[in-house]
């Protein structure tokens, strides 16, 4: 397969190469799209036979359904049983945006889209490609993230191409994404509402919505989780894994700096070569093979900005351990600590 690849003006998006991508997923094809957290591989949500071709291309397992995206709230009629009031607030609140509610899911929805579930993951995606190829397409769009499955998620249509050229029919380059995590995924299909996985919309103001949120113990979990305790499938996927070993160090940063000196000394004197992940304030402190920045520790925006880009390219730095540093579990630091943590698989020093 050929892949068509339509670069656009992000804040301008060129209709005709739009209306290209739309006529795509009306004829049942798969697009790559730009949203504000990172690339989708979007498929018309209501025809099975492209939602089986889009768990092809990215060799996802087929019991993890992909998010739907819509253009406005009242498109979410036709794919819901009903809305909560929660819902209504949340929806007021912070759509467009990466926030993904989980609703009990209407028939209309065929059983492939949701992976046999009785529920459904929608968004409004805060990206102006990605509301005008929905409103072109004038169908809902199943995207998830737009990597082969066990890749990180990708913030650049290079990226897209680098894991799908080939595999399917068009890439719309929008540049890179701005908040450079997954949007954040809340289960209101029960009760309390139940937080399944840290993202773009920090919990901190979700809490200020809803009082009672629930935070399900895979969002800070500091070490692998039983399978029966996941309620996501997404929590019970392999996830990316980088070559080399990757050690996490976390705590207070002059402790952090401390452990990862120690740590890099050590194993370079046993002839390993070192990575290290640090950040603009700490990077001079250290001596390795490579030392690179995650970005800035006072704008973690920045850190959940660089974070996949960063993972993509660690395997090419030829080193056989890759220390990283820890940064606050705050605001949107807390998506990237776990993503960080389940890179590291859980191998995590606590650094006083
Ligand atoms: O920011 C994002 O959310 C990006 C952009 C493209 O919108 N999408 C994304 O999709 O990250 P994906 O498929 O990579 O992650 C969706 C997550 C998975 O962990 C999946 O298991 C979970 O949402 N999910 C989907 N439907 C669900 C459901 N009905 N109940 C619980 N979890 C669900
Ligand atoms: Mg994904």
């Not at 071709?53 to 739907?68: F, G, Q, S, T």
């Amino acid at each position: 397969m050929m892949t068509l690849m339509l670069k656009v003006d992000s804040e301008n998006p060129n209709l005709d190469k739009i209306q290209t991508a739309a006529a795509i997923i009306q004829k049942g094809g798969l697009v790559a799209f730009p949203t504000e957290t990172v690339y989708g591989l979007g498929a018309d949500a209501l025809n099975p036979a492209a939602i089986t071709a889009l768990y092809e291309a990215k060799k996802r397992p087929l019991d993890n359904p992909p998010i739907v995206h819509v253009a406005s709230v009242k498109e979410i009629d036709l794919l819901v049983e009903d809305a909560p009031q929660k819902a209504q607030l949340l929806m007021k609140k912070f759509w467009p945006g990466p926030l993904t509610l989980i609703f009990k899911r209407s028939n209309n929805v065929p059983s492939l889209t949701v992976a046999g579930l009785d529920t459904i993951a929608i968004r409004i995606p805060n990206h102006k490609v990605a509301l005008a190829l929905i409103r072109q397409s004038q169908r809902p769009i199943a995207a998830p993230s737009a990597n082969l499955a066990g890749k990180p998620s990708p913030t650049t249509a290079q990226h897209v191409y680098e894991d799908l050229n080939g595999r399917i029919d068009a890439i719309i380059d929008g540049g890179a994404t701005r908040i450079g995590v997954e949007s954040t995924v809340v289960d209101l299909s029960v009760d309390p509402p139940m937080l399944l996985r840290p993202g773009g919309t920090p919990i901190e103001e979700l809490r200020k919505c809803i009082c009672n949120l629930d935070i399900h113990p895979f969002v800070r979990a500091e070490q692998e989780l039983p399978l029966q305790q996941t309620r996501s499938p997404g929590m019970k996927h392999r996830h990316y894994a980088p070559k080399a070993e990757l050690i996490l160090v976390e705590g207070a940063v002059e402790a952090v700096v401390g452990e990862i000196k120690r740590l890099s000394k050590s194993y370079r004197g046993k002839g390993s070569k070192v990575g290290i992940l640090a950040t603009d304030q700490t990077q001079a402190n250290y001596e390795a093979d490579i030392v690179q920045s995650l970005g800035n520790r006072f704008n973690l925006a920045s850190v959940a900005q660089n974070l996949f880009r960063v993972m993509r390219d660690v395997d090419a730095l030829g080193v056989d351990v890759i220390i990283a540093e820890g940064v606050p579990s705050e605001g949107i630091g807390l998506a990237v600590m776990n993503r960080l943590r389940k890179v590291s698989a859980y191998n995590i020093v606590k650094a006083r």
